[in-house]
C-alpha cells in the first residue's frame, strides 16, 4: 500500500504541474471563448519563460521578470490579434507561426546574451519565485514524525511558490468574470454569434482584442512559472508542449473554468505520477479486463452502424483485443494474480487519449463556441 | 477575385512575403553582431558551391517535398493537417518493420516495400483523425496535434521497448540488413565516373521518389475526377455536396494521401539516412511542410521550390552554426516569419498589391 506521506507528495508534485496548464487553459478559455482559437500558446508560455528569466537574471528582481515575461506574451497576442482579428487571417496558421517564431527567438536571443547553448544562467535567489511556508507548517526534516493533518497542511497546502495560489485565484477569478458580468456576456456572445454583438453597438474587434490580451496575460504568468519558479532558469524548448496539453485540458473541461481545473488537476497527475513511478505495476488481469471492455463497447456500438464506422472502430477493436491477447497470454504462464509493467509513456500519454475520447464525442461530447476560428467580417 | 492578374498572385505575392522574412531575418542577424552578407555568403558557399552541401540540401529537400505535398493535399480539401511530425514518425515505424522482419533480395524490392509500409502507417495515423473529423465532428487540427504526441509515444514504445536489441544501451532499433541500404548520391556519382562528388553526403535514390511523388501528386489534384472532388469541396461544401460529391469519402481520402506522403518522408531519414529506427528522427519536418505548402501555393512546383527553399536554408543554418555565432534555430525563426507572412498576415502583402491594380484598371479604362 501507498504510504499517506507519499500519496501527499505525488499530490503536491501535481499541483506544481499543474498550474502552468491551469493558467495556460484559462488563457486558451477566454481567448476561445470570444472566438479566437489560439495554437499560439505553447509559443507564447516559451517566450514568456524565456524572457521572464532573462529579465530576473539580468537584473536580479523576480518581480521585473515576471513583468518583462507578461509584455512579452502580449506582444505575441497582439500579433496573433493583428493577423486574426485585424487582417482576418488563418488564425491557426497564426498560431502556428507564433510557436515557431518562439521557439526560434527565444535560442536565437538567449545564445546571444548568456552563450551558454540557449539556456540563461540558473537564478540566484532574488530572481526566483521562493515557496511560501505558511505560519504553522513542519520543515521538511521533521515532516515523517508529524501527524497526517500535518502532513497534509505543510505538504499539500503550504509550501508553494506565490504564483500556484495566484493560478488557483485565478480559477474563481475567470468564473466571475465569464458569468457573472457584462463583459463576461459579451465575450461568451462574440464567441457564438459576432453578428449579434455588433447589432447591439459593441464591437467586435475590441472584445476580441481585449479577450487575447487577457490571455498573453495568464500565459505570461505561466511562462514566469515554469521559468523561475518550476525551474531556476530557461532552458530550450522548456514549455514542452505544455501550451498543447493545455489546449486538451480546455477541450477536456468543455470550456468552462472550473473543469478546466479540475482537468489540469488532473494532467498534472499523470505527469506526477510518471515522475514519481519509474515503473507502475498493475494486475494482468484489470488490464486484459479493460482492454476487452473497451473492445468489446466499441464493437457493440458499430453494429449497426454503417461500412466507415465498422472499419475504423471495429479495426481499432481488433487492435486492442490482440493488446489484450498479447497481455493474457504473456503473463499465462506465471499464475493469475502476476502484474504487467506499465511502460512509461503510455501513462504520458492518457491526456492525449482522453481529449481524443472526448473530442469523439463518445464520452460526453466537446462542443466548441460557434463562431471560433471564423473572422467577422462586419456586413456593409 | 480577379483583381490581379494571375502571375501577381502565384510569384510576386509569394516573393514578397519571402524578402519581409529574409529583411526581419538579416535585422536579427544585425542585432545578433554578425553581418548578413558573410552570413548569406557563406551559406551559398557551405551549401550550393560544394556538392557535398547540395547532397545535404537535397536531404533536407526530400523531407520537405512529401511534407509540403501531404499539407498541400489536406489543404485542397480545406483541411489543416498539423499531424505530418506524427504521420512521419508512424512512417518510420512502417519502415523499420518492413526492413527488419522481410528478407528483402535488392534494394529496389527493398524501397518498394518500404514505401508501402510507409505509407501505410502514416495512412492509418491520418485515418483515425479525418474519421474523427467527418463522422464525428472533432477539429482535424486539434486532433492531429494530439496525434502527435500519441506517436511520438508510440514511436518510444517500439525503439525503447520493442526493437532495440537486447544489451543495447542506445535508443535505436537494430540496424537494417545491408540489402535494404538505398544508394546514396555519392554511390551513385561513382558509378557514373564522379570519384569525389557528394562525398559522405546524405541524400539519397528516395529524392526521386519525392520528385514522382510531385508529379503523382499534380496528376491527382488537377487531372483526375478524385481530385475535382477533392478541390471541389475544399472550395465549397455545400456546393460540392449539391454537386454529388460526398463529404465523408473525400475527407477520409484526402487525408489519408496526407498522411501516406508524410509517412514516405522515413523511407529518406530511416532506411535511406539512418539505417536504423532512431528517435527524433522527423527533426520537425512535418511542421516544415506547413511553410513550405503555403510558400509553394498548394501546387507540387511550387511545393517543390519552396522545398528546394528550406532544404537550402536547413543545410546553409548548419554552416552558419559551425563558423559563426548564429545558432541553427535562426532557420526556425526565417520558418516562422515565411508563415505568417505567405499565411496569417498575406492581406497584409496582397492589399497594397490589389489597391495598386484597381487603381490601374481604373486608369486604363
Known amino acids: 500500500m501507498i504510504e499517506f506521506l507519499t500519496l501527499l507528495q505525488v499530490l503536491d508534485s501535481s499541483l506544481r504541474l499543474a498550474t502552468p496548464l491551469l493558467l495556460v487553459c484559462l488563457a486558451g478559455l477566454f481567448s476561445e471563448r470570444a472566438g479566437i482559437f ?34 512579452a506574451s502580449i506582444m505575441l497576442s497582439l500579433l496573433h490579434g493583428l493577423a486574426s482579428i485585424t487582417l482576418r487571417g488563418d488564425q491557426i496558421i497564426s498560431g502556428v507561426a507564433i510557436n515557431f517564431l518562439a521557439a526560434g527567438l527565444t535560442v536565437v536571443v538567449a545564445q546571444d546574451l548568456f552563450g551558454q547553448g540557449g539556456r540563461t544562467p540558473p537564478l540566484k535567489s532574488g530572481g526566483r519565485f521562493e515557496p511560501i511556508n505558511f505560519p504553522g507548517s513542519t520543515s521538511s526534516k521533521e515532516i515523517n514524525d508529524a501527524g497526517p493533518l500535518m502532513q497534509l497542511y505543510s505538504e499539500l497546502v503550504s509550501g508553494h511558490s506565490l504564483l500556484v495560489y495566484i493560478a488557483l485565484l485565478t480559477v474563481p477569478l475567470s468564473w466571475f468574470v465569464l458569468y457573472k458580468t457584462r463583459y463576461g456576456l459579451r465575450l ?50 522548456m ?59 466499441l464493437i457493440s456500438y458499430v453494429w449497426k452502424k454503417d461500412y466507415l464506422d465498422k472499419v475504423v472502430l471495429g479495426g481499432l477493436a481488433l487492435g486492442i483485443l490482440s493488446i489484450a491477447i498479447m497481455v493474457i497470454t504473456s503473463v499465462s504462464d506465471s499464475g493469475a494474480n502476476s502484474q504487467v509493467k506499465i511502460p512509461v509513456v503510455f501513462v504520458q500519454s492518457l491526456p492525449y487519449v482522453l481529449t481524443v475520447v472526448v473530442l469523439a464525442g463518445f464520452v460526453g461530447k466537446a462542443i466548441p463556441p460557434r463562431a471560433g476560428g471564423q473572422p467577422y467580417v462586419k456586413e456593409r | 477575385m480577379d483583381v490581379m492578374p494571375k502571375w501577381v498572385d502565384i510569384i510576386v505575392v509569394p516573393l514578397i512575403s519571402l524578402f519581409i522574412a529574409a529583411f526581419l531575418s538579416a535585422l536579427l542577424i544585425v542585432a545578433i553582431g554578425e553581418s548578413p552578407r558573410d552570413a548569406l555568403s557563406l551559406m551559398i558557399e557551405g551549401t550550393l558551391l560544394r556538392s557535398a552541401g547540395w547532397g545535404y540540401m537535397l536531404y533536407y529537400t526530400t523531407n520537405f517535398i512529401f511534407t509540403g505535398l501531404a499539407v498541400s493535399v489536406a489543404f485542397h480539401a480545406a483541411l489543416f493537417n498539423i499531424g505530418g511530425e506524427g504521420q512521419a514518425m508512424m512512417g518510420g515505424l512502417g519502415v523499420a518493420l518492413v526492413c527488419l522482419f522481410i528478407p528483402w533480395p535488392h534494394w529496389t524490392f527493398a524501397i518498394i516495400g518500404a514505401s508501402f509500409g510507409a505509407a501505410l502507417f502514416g495512412m492509418i495515423w491520418a485515418g483515425l483523425p479525418a474519421y474523427l473529423q467527418a463522422k464525428r ?71 526521386f521518389i519525392a520528385l514522382l511523388a510531385c508529379l503523382a501528386v499534380w496528376y491527382l489534384i488537377w487531372r483526375s475526377p478524385l481530385g475535382y472532388e477533392i478541390r471541389a469541396l475544399g472550395k465549397s461544401g455545400p456546393a460540392a455536396r449539391y454537386a454529388g460529391v460526398r463529404p465523408v469519402k473525400i475527407i477520409m481520402i484526402a487525408m489519408m494521401i496526407s498522411g501516406a506522403l508524410c509517412g514516405m518522408m522515413a523511407i529518406n531519414t530511416t532506411q535511406g539516412e539512418s539505417e536504423r529506427l532512431i528517435l527524433n528522427f522527423t527533426e520537425g519536418a512535418g511542421f516544415i511542410g506547413i511553410a513550405v505548402a503555403l510558400m509553394g501555393r498548394s501546387h507540387p512546383l511550387g511545393v517543390l521550390l519552396a522545398a528546394l527553399l528550406f532544404g537550402f536554408l536547413y543545410q546553409g543554418g548548419a554552416e552558419l552554426a559551425l563558423w559563426t555565432k548564429i545558432p541553427r534555430e535562426l532557420i526556425v525563426v526565417i520558418q516562422a516569419l515565411v508563415i505568417l507572412f505567405t499565411g496569417a498576415l498575406s492581406l497584409m502583402v496582397r492589399a497594397p498589391l490589389e489597391s495598386f491594380f484597381v487603381s490601374l484598371q481604373k486608369a486604363k479604362g
Open chain 1, 239 to 297: 514549455s514542452a508542449g505544455r501550451g498543447f496539453i493545455a489546449l486538451a485540458a480546455l477541450i477536456f473541461a468543455k470550456w468552462r473554468p472550473w473543469h478546466a481545473l479540475g482537468a489540469c488537476l488532473l494532467f498534472g497527475f499523470f505527469f506526477a505520477l510518471d515522475n514519481r513511478f519509474q515503473n507502475i505495476l498493475l494486475p494482468a488481469w484489470a488490464i486484459s479486463g479493460l482492454l476487452l471492455l473497451i473492445a468489446l463497447s
Open chain 2, 137 to 207: 465532428g472533432s477539429h482535424i487540427v486539434i486532433t492531429t496535434i494530439m496525434f502527435n504526441f500519441l506517436a511520438a509515444g508510440v514511436l518510444i514504445f517500439f525503439v525503447v521497448d520493442v526493437l532495440k536489441p537486447k544489451g543495447s544501451m542506445d535508443p535505436a532499433s537494430a540496424n537494417f540488413p545491408p540489402t535494404t541500404h538505398l544508394p546514396t548520391f555519392e554511390d551513385l556519382a561513382g558509378i557514373l565516373g564522379f570519384e569525389k562528388a557528394f562525398r559522405s553526403a546524405p541524400a539519397n535514390v528516395s529524392f
Open chain 1, 188 to 237: 461568451r456572445a462574440v464567441g457564438e454569434n459576432p453578428a449579434a454583438v455588433d447589432t447591439a453597438g459593441i464591437s467586435v474587434v475590441g472584445l476580441r482584442y481585449s479577450a487575447v490580451i487577457l490571455g498573453g496575460i495568464l500565459c505570461g504568468i505561466a511562462g514566469a512559472y515554469i521559468a523561475t519558479s518550476l525551474q531556476a532558469n530557461f532552458t530550450k524548448d
Open chain 1, 38 to 71: 489560439d495554437i499560439g500558446l505553447e509559443g507564447k508560455l516559451l517566450a514568456a519563460a524565456f524572457v521572464s528569466a532573462a529579465f530576473a537574471s539580468l537584473t536580479g528582481s523576480v518581480w521585473l521578470g515576471l513583468s518583462a515575461g507578461i509584455l
